[in-house]
């Protein structure tokens, strides 16, 4: 039995912003639903450490012999799968590009305010130095890559405002990389990626429709929630 409190505390905390993301939708009632979907039927394994090991090979330079080692030290059996297959595709893809991370931004972090009880944390998985400018790249590793325009418009407008405001990012674009699945693939993995540019953060007024609606469908999602497990 789901414990409400614990489904509420899930959708108050989310993990990072493109988790926040995907549960948005232009209307109130399918946000609601899309909340409430998550806090009961969300994924059950965090690839969090798979995302760690990634940095550790753009940051420490870590060879995919060596950042396998570090996959297969993790405890849960379908993240150290899921680990493997991600690791598979995107390391090579950054050996290719000689990423090398900034190592003072390798703990960088900072909190989105998204209503006035959530706060969405938007850490980069690393951060590299491209010419003269400073990138954060942000790896999702999701098997399916099923965010639409709007969705990666609002994720644009969170990286915007919580990291290239700050002022080492003057000037900078954000890079979103994704590995999921090939279709009908049960473990081969692609790296698909695009620039925050190619998708405009939104104007002042959508943002203000957008966190209105969210903390509307939120308050409906936790009622959902207690009506149904409470």
């Given at each position: 039995m789901i414990d409400p409190q614990k489904a509420i505390l899930k959708l108050r905390r989310p993990?990072?912003?493109?988790?926040?993301v995907k549960s948005l939708r232009p209307r109130r009632d399918a946000t609601a639903l899309a909340l409430f979907n998550f806090a009961i039927n969300g994924p059950r394994h965090s690839l969090q450490k798979v995302s760690e090991i990634i940095g550790f090979v753009v940051f420490d330079g870590l060879s995919l012999e060596e950042a396998r080692k570090c996959v297969s030290k993790i405890s849960n059996p379908k993240v150290r799968t899921y680990g493997h297959e991600i690791l598979k595709a995107i390391v090579p893809w950054i050996k290719e590009r000689d990423l090398k991370g900034v190592?003072?931004?390798?703990?960088?972090?900072?909190?989105?305010?998204?209503?006035?009880?959530?706060?969405?944390p938007?850490?980069?998985?690393?951060?590299?130095?491209?010419?003269?400018?400073?990138?954060?790249?942000?790896?999702?590793?999701?098997a399916k890559m099923d965010l639409d325009r709007y969705q990666k418009r609002i994720l644009s407008t969170v990286i915007v405002d919580a990291i290239l405001r700050l002022e080492e990012f003057e000037g900078s674009d954000a890079?979103?990389?994704?590995?999921?699945?090939?279709?009908?693939?049960?473990s081969e993995r692609f790296v698909s990626d695009w620039w925050i540019s190619e998708y405009p953060p939104l104007s002042d007024a959508e943002k203000a429709e957008l966190f209105n609606r969210y903390e509307s469908a939120l308050s409906d999602a936790e009622k959902m929630i207690l009506d149904n497990l409470g």
């Open positions: 993990p990072a912003a493109h988790n926040w190592q003072i931004f390798k703990d960088l972090s900072e909190l989105y305010r998204v209503s006035s009880t959530v706060s969405v938007v850490r980069p998985t690393f951060v590299v130095r491209e010419g003269t400018q400073i990138t954060p790249y942000f790896v999702i590793c999701w890079r979103v990389v994704c590995v999921p699945r090939y279709r009908g693939s049960k």
